[in-house]
């Protein structure tokens, strides 16, 4: 029988097309700087929003949840409707660099209610993000890989998410919550930057 070696070529994504290659360096860079903040959201509610509490991180997690729910289906399907990647893409870019800028709300908001809306925003440009990032990556994938690369994007994008939870804090009590806001959404714009490279790789028709 013969023994199959350690795919470590995967880890450093060299067995990967340049498409999904891209994409998952934009999300671990993305996600990994949401993950600076995510562990700690509670405690910025607490001491930034007035009358903050558990009752407001709940409310504010909760829209985020619901927001993105009701809309991701029925935008999936807009994209799907229409020919070609280039929707996808200026959907996943645009969205990307907008959901980059948004944590820079939280700097000048105070009040439950324009908290609230934030996160409604965010909801919304998370509904329209995943199903555009999804039928890029799923379109574009190395064949007979499909569960190896699948495996590669949750593997380092969730490595990234602890490395920056483990941080964060730790970052937020150093520089203060407005600095890693600041931190958190230069990363998140660099990551979104970095989707143009996958744009001479889009297909503009079926």
Not at 44 to 68: C, H, N, P, Q, R
Not at 156 to 184: C, K, N, P
């Amino acid at each position: 029988m013969t023994r199959r070696s350690m795919p470590v070529r995967d880890y450093f994504l060299l067995n990967i097309n340049t498409v999904v290659r891209m994409l998952i360096i934009s999300d671990i860079l993305i996600v990994g700087a949401s993950g600076l903040m995510s562990p700690i959201f509670a405690i910025y509610i607490e001491d930034f929003i007035i009358g903050g509490g558990m009752a407001v991180a709940g409310i504010s997690a909760s829209i985020y949840l619901i927001t993105k729910s009701i809309f991701q289906i029925p935008i999936a399907s807009i994209l799907d409707r229409i020919r070609g990647e280039k929707d996808d893409f200026w959907i996943l870019f645009l969205g990307s660099l907008f959901g980059a800028l948004i944590p820079l709300s939280y700097i000048f908001i105070s009040t439950p209610l324009e908290l609230y809306f934030v996160q409604f925003c965010v909801g919304i440009t998370g509904a329209a993000l995943f199903p555009a990032y999804m039928a890029i990556f799923t379109r574009h994938i190395d064949r007979r890989r499909e569960g190896t690369e699948w495996g590669i994007y949750f593997t380092l994008v969730d490595m990234s998410s602890a490395v920056a939870a483990s941080i964060g804090g730790v970052l937020a009590a150093t520089i203060g919550f407005e600095w890693l806001i600041i931190l958190l959404s230069c990363i998140g714009v660099i990551g979104s930057l970095l989707l143009l490279n996958i744009r001479p790789y889009i297909v503009n028709h079926n």
